[in-house]
């Protein structure tokens, strides 16, 4: 990858992303020379980083979607050019996907703000299965 100065790595990330050709599937040649490793280093990487998981064809071609294309650039730019060892690429990824889920999910403020009604209309829905209660005994 090449970095410039005024370039961040999630930046020279996105951009390498968006050389990805727009397809559903690459092999794992075509990965080898976006990525810029050899083959045989992305079959170990899929060893070690559970993320990784190409599917296979029914001939047992490993095929790589585009979500797996941009883990392995992201992958390459830690151990190349962070130089973080195997597990702790791995420990990164992990925490990073943990954390991008917890700022995915968005916490009510109070619990009444579960599914955005207010207070009041959980009070109406609660008086409404009650009738439906009554009815039913």
Known sequence: MISTGSMTDAEATAQQSAEIPD??????????????????VLRYWETEFPRL???????????????EVVLLLEIKRL????????EGARKHLETGAKQARRERTPKPERQGELFGFPPA?????????????????
């Open 23 to 40: 397809k559903l599937y690459f092999r794992i040649g075509e990965v080898s020379r976006l990525v810029g490793v050899p083959a045989y």
């Open 53 to 67: 998981a190409p599917k296979k064809s029914r001939t047992g071609h490993r095929l790589f979607r585009r979500k």
């Open 79 to 86: 151990l190349y050019d962070q130089r973080f060892t195997i």
């Open 121 to 137: 209309a959980w009070e109406e829905v609660r008086k409404e299965l009650a009738s439906i209660l009554e009815l039913l005994r």
